[in-house]
Each structure stands twice: as structure tokens, then as C-alpha cells.
């Protein structure tokens, strides 16, 4: 951890000399809730070009907010440069709500996640999920919802913050938690509590789409799907989508869960022991293999390592196509 630290340290000194002394605006904030630097933000179909915020500070915003009665809560946490109207948010909100009624609760730390201030954004992420544990205990203490109508999905730094709710959650354990990507740097040795496992929810999903950089490699959750060997996304190796390689196959992430809400083939993966398995091309897809639905629709009871491919481009679902490709190749 020590040396993660360091190499954190000295990432940060570099970027900051890059950035034109930018590091000058990074900060810890005070471990304390509520939080000024941590805000949240409720859509429904109804408010979804303005939304109404949830402040911790005056709680009667959240006694009075619209929410739409009945339904289930959705909470999206954004990474590292991000904020309420960046990734995950901006693909997977709509396709909620254009898939039905939602309520979508999207976070915004961005104070404390901004460039080139990495180290000092994990170091900020316990506050974030302490200050979104208070939220959930007071509507769940207030009967607004109960641990089962709630889904935390969370993208890169968001996917392990989804991780340490349940830390400070009075209410009970969460029951449902999507991690996107979940981040790698400073993560791989971090201790337990510090970072996205299985024990966080009584369900934990984890989509891995960029293993080799942004993206941690290891299992994090009770399933674990692997696209494209979470490797290398197709169509991410050229230039046509505005954005480095690294960025593109670390984003599809949360672009692959959002097709998944409406997808009317779906994102299937078959069973592997383990990823080393399959790159080495040992696991191919066979009428004994174990077949399973990945996304907003992935059943509770799901365990194991599923491995899977996509399209080059929208809709990137194949369905259980497992006949293009059993084992993993380079994209062109």
C-alpha cells in the first residue's frame, strides 16, 4: 500500500507540472457529512431536464422532492474528472428512464475528483460513501424506500466507491451493486473496506472492459463478466471515437450496461474458472457451458467468471452468438 502510495505521489507531481502548477487545487477534504463537495441530485421522467437536489444540509428538500412513488431507486456514481452530467450518467440515466420509471439519483463529488488530483480523489472516496450511506438511511428510515428497491452502480473511482457504503449504512446490507470498470491505480493492494468485493452487497456485478490500464483485472464481485476479455474494446483501436484507446475501452463500460436495460437480445457470457483460462484460450463455449445475462438484468443468484464479446459499434449486444469468436483474439 506504502508503495502504491508513493508511485500516487509521484503520478500526481508529474501531472501537476504537466497541468501548469494545477496541483495547487487538490485537496482532502474534512471527513465529515453532509459534505458541500458532495452533492446529490434526483431524476424522473418528469424532472429529468431539471432535477431537483437532495441536500443533506436541508432536509426537507428530500421530505419534498418528486420522487415517483413505487418505484425503484437507482443511485450513479461518477470516476475520476467526473460530475452529474458525465459518465455513467449520461448514458445509463436516459436509457433508464426512457425504459421506464426510475428514480435516478446521480452523485456529483467533482470538487474532490478533479484533475491532476487522482491520490487526492481516493483519499476523498470514504467521505463520498459516507455522505451517500446518510442519504440512504434517511429515506429508508423515512420509508421512502427500502434496501430492496435500491441499486448502486458506480463507474471506475464511483465503482469502488459503491464499495465502501456499506461501511457506514446503519440500515442494513445493500442488496443490489454494479461496478463499472471498477479504478485500478492505488487499488489492487487496498485493503477490503477500501475498495468494490463481494461482501458490500448481497449482490455484487462487476464489468471489466479495461483490464490492462484503467480498469482492475482482478474478481470483485459474486460475477464477474469480462468483454472482450476486458481487454480491448472493438472499435477503440482507431481514432474515429474522440478518445485515446485507454479512455475508450475504460467508458464502454457504462455504455454496454445502458444497452443492457432495453436490449432485446442481450449481453450473454459463458463460465470460465478464471481469466488466465481464457486468454489462453482453455475455456471455449460448449452445450455444457454455464450461461449467463449480463446488466440491469442479471439475476441476484448469478456467481462466477463469464466471458463474452461485443460489436464494434451500437447495439455492441450479441445475444448468446457464441459462434464468432470462443476465445480471445486482438481486435482489428
Not at 487496498?190 to 468494490?196: H, I, M, N, R, Y
Not at 482482478?218 to 472493438?234: A, C, K, L, M, R
Not at 462466477?304 to 451500437?314: A, D, E, H, I
Request: charged content about 15%; hydrophobic content about 35%.
Amino acid at each position: 500500500m506504502l508503495q502504491e502510495c508513493a508511485v500516487g505521489v509521484l503520478l500526481g507531481l508529474s501531472f501537476a507540472v504537466a497541468a501548469d502548477w494545477n496541483f495547487l487545487k487538490c485537496f482532502e477534504t474534512e471527513k465529515r457529512c453532509p459534505n458541500e463537495n458532495v452533492t446529490f441530485w434526483l431524476y424522473t421522467r418528469d424532472t429529468q431536464n431539471n432535477p431537483t437536489e437532495l441536500s443533506l444540509f436541508h432536509t426537507d428538500t428530500i421530505d419534498r422532492a418528486p420522487f415517483a412513488a413505487g418505484r425503484p431507486l437507482i443511485v450513479l456514481i461518477h470516476g475520476y474528472t467526473g460530475h452529474r452530467n458525465y459518465a455513467p450518467n449520461t448514458s445509463i440515466r436516459p436509457a433508464y428512464l426512457d425504459y421506464g420509471e426510475f428514480n435516478i439519483v446521480s452523485l456529483d463529488y467533482n470538487p474532490l475528483a478533479l484533475e491532476p488530483c487522482y491520490y487526492q480523489a481516493v483519499r476523498n472516496l470514504p467521505t463520498v460513501a459516507n455522505c451517500t450511506a446518510l442519504l440512504l438511511d434517511y429515506m429508508i428510515e423515512r420509508r421512502m424506500f427500502t434496501l430492496n428497491d435500491i441499486h448502486v452502480v458506480g463507474f471506475s473511482l464511483g465503482g469502488q466507491t459503491s464499495g465502501m457504503i456499506g461501511n457506514y449504512l446503519k440500515a442494513g446490507k445493500l442488496k443490489r451493486v454494479t461496478g463499472l470498470d471498477p479504478a485500478k491505480p492505488l487499488f489492487i493492494t487496498a485493503p477490503s473496506e477500501f475498495k468494490l468485493d463481494q461482501s458490500d452487497a448481497e449482490f455484487v456485478q462487476v464489468i471489466h472492459t479495461d483490464v490492462f490500464a484503467r480498469g482492475i483485472l482482478h474478481p470483485s464481485g459474486h460475477t464477474d463478466f469480462y468483454i472482450n476479455g476486458g481487454v480491448e474494446q472493438p472499435g477503440c483501436s482507431n481514432q474515429t471515437t474522440g478518445q485515446t484507446t485507454g479512455e475508450c475501452n475504460h467508458n464502454r463500460a457504462p455504455e454496454y450496461y445502458a444497452e443492457s436495460i432495453a436490449s432485446e437480445v442481450g449481453f450473454y457470457g459463458y463460465r470460465c474458472a478464471h481469466w488466465y483460462l481464457y486468454m489462453l484460450g482453455l475455456c471455449r463455449f460448449n452445450e455444457q457451458s454455464t450461461v449467463a445475462l449480463m446488466g440491469a438484468h442479471t439475476p441476484n443468484t448469478t456467481r462466477g467468471l463469464y466471458f463474452l464479446n461485443s460489436n464494434v459499434q451500437s447495439p455492441f449486444a450479441q445475444g448468446r452468438n457464441f459462434s464468432l469468436r470462443d476465445e480471445y483474439v486482438i481486435p482489428a
